[in-house]
């Protein structure tokens, strides 16, 4: 939700700011004719674009009666590896800035490495588009993971990840995988997720670098699982790390914001970043990676569990 958020956000500043450029008078748009504005998650069934009709005008909807609050638009997605195509549903939702919003949603199941294309078709035929392909990673081990590094007093513990051929992703997070020795009501065997943001750098090469602050994260786990523990879900049974891993939310390859900031104010800029041919804004797709390594009992034990099989 927040990638849709900062879309609708880039969204509103075009609109406003084209009030004065020529491409937006309709008889002399250089074939443009709707600004899209939305993305495909494979983490969900419900998907959101936003339409905005290229007129003399800048889009400002501030009833539900207004002029500009019916738009002629149909909008549809197709599926290009079987040809199934999906009519949109449409909305006019409030945004926060108060205004309203043409919103298009529908209702259906991404699949990774497939290539989407959506389709905004005026009543006179006139059409933009645009496509993305979903992201995927089939590979079991991507990351190269560098070795792990122990402070002195064993305090600190802290480890490279690098993905390659991976230059644009939007989210981070840690993963540790949790159990206990409990076999009945109270048992824990989950994972815990801590939240890293776009932490890190784009390397040279066209990768992603960044460094998984283990010791550090095991604040945010004992304090999740304490919180459970205070609700009743899990007892008390001594803690067991199995696993450490890396989850990432991936943009497609067309995703790739100047010098990798997502800076509304840049992105905002007609022909900055865009893939809607007849047309402005954008429309992507976003995936998702996971891997994960076991860890030994004594790492388990360094950083104040339990050790595992064997005993300790």
Request: with cysteine.
């Given at each position: 939700?927040?990638?849709?958020?900062?879309?609708?956000m880039i969204g509103l500043l075009l609109?406003?700011?084209?009030?004065?450029?020529?491409?937006?008078?309709?008889?002399?748009?250089?074939?443009?004719?709707?600004?899209?504005?939305?993305?495909?998650?494979?983490?969900?069934?419900?998907?959101?674009?936003?339409?905005?009709?290229?007129?003399?005008?800048?889009?400002?909807?501030?009833?539900?009666?207004?002029?500009?609050?019916?738009?002629?638009?149909?909008?549809?997605?197709?599926?290009?590896?079987?040809?199934?195509?999906?009519?949109?549903?449409?909305?006019?939702?409030?945004?926060?800035?108060?205004?309203?919003?043409?919103?298009?949603?529908?209702?259906?199941?991404?699949?990774?490495?497939?290539?989407?294309?959506?389709?905004?078709?005026?009543?006179?035929?006139?059409?933009?588009?645009?496509?993305?392909?979903?992201?995927?990673?089939?590979?079991?081990?991507?990351?190269?993971?560098?070795?792990?590094?122990?402070?002195?007093?064993?305090?600190?513990?802290?480890?490279?990840?690098?993905?390659?051929?991976?230059?644009?992703?939007?989210?981070?997070?840690?993963?540790?995988?949790?159990?206990?020795?409990?076999?009945?009501?109270?048992?824990?065997?989950?994972?815990?997720?801590?939240?890293?943001?776009?932490?890190?750098?784009?390397?040279?090469?066209?990768?992603?670098?960044?460094?998984?602050?283990?010791?550090?994260?095991?604040?945010?786990?004992r304090a999740e699982i304490d919180s459970?523990?205070?609700?009743?879900?899990?007892?008390?049974?001594?803690?067991?790390?199995?696993?450490?891993?890396?989850?990432?939310?991936?943009?497609?390859?067309?995703?790739?914001?100047?010098?990798?900031?997502?800076?509304?104010?840049?992105l905002a800029q007609p022909g900055t970043?865009?893939?809607?041919?007849?047309?402005?804004?954008?429309?992507?797709?976003?995936?998702?990676?996971?891997?994960?390594?076991?860890?030994?009992?004594?790492?388990?034990?360094?950083?104040?569990?339990?050790?595992?099989?064997?005993?300790?």
């Open positions: 939700m927040k990638i849709l958020s900062l879309m609708l609109a406003t700011a084209a009030c004065d450029d020529a491409f937006i008078d309709p008889f002399d748009n250089d074939e443009r004719y709707y600004t899209i504005y939305g993305f495909l998650d494979v983490r969900e069934t419900e998907h959101a674009v936003r339409v905005i009709p290229v007129t003399r005008f800048p889009e400002r909807i501030t009833t539900t009666t207004g002029p500009q609050s019916s738009i002629d638009a149909t909008v549809t997605s197709t599926d290009l590896h079987t040809g199934e195509t999906i009519l949109w549903r449409h909305s006019l939702d409030k945004l926060s800035d108060g205004t309203y919003g043409h919103i298009y949603r529908a209702t259906f199941l991404v699949q990774t490495g497939r290539t989407y294309r959506l389709e905004v078709k005026r009543s006179d035929g006139k059409t933009a588009s645009a496509e993305t392909r979903v992201p995927y990673i089939s590979e079991a081990a991507y990351y190269q993971r560098g070795p792990v590094e122990i402070s002195l007093d064993s305090s600190v513990v802290t480890q490279e990840i690098y993905i390659p051929n991976v230059p644009s992703l939007w989210n981070i997070e840690a993963v540790y995988l949790m159990s206990n020795e409990a076999f009945a009501e109270g048992t824990l065997n989950g994972r815990f997720f801590i939240p890293y943001g776009r932490s890190g750098v784009r390397t040279d090469d066209g990768g992603w670098r960044f460094t998984l602050q283990i010791s550090e994260d095991q604040t945010r786990v459970f523990r205070q609700a009743g879900v899990y007892d008390n049974s001594p803690l067991i790390l199995e696993s450490v891993g890396v989850q990432i939310r991936i943009l497609d390859t067309n995703w790739n914001p100047p010098e990798g900031v997502f800076d509304p104010e840049v970043l865009s893939n809607v041919k007849n047309g402005h804004g954008f429309w992507g797709s976003v995936g998702l990676y996971r891997q994960e390594w076991q860890v030994s009992p004594a790492f388990s034990r360094m950083l104040g569990y339990r050790g595992g099989d064997d005993g300790s």
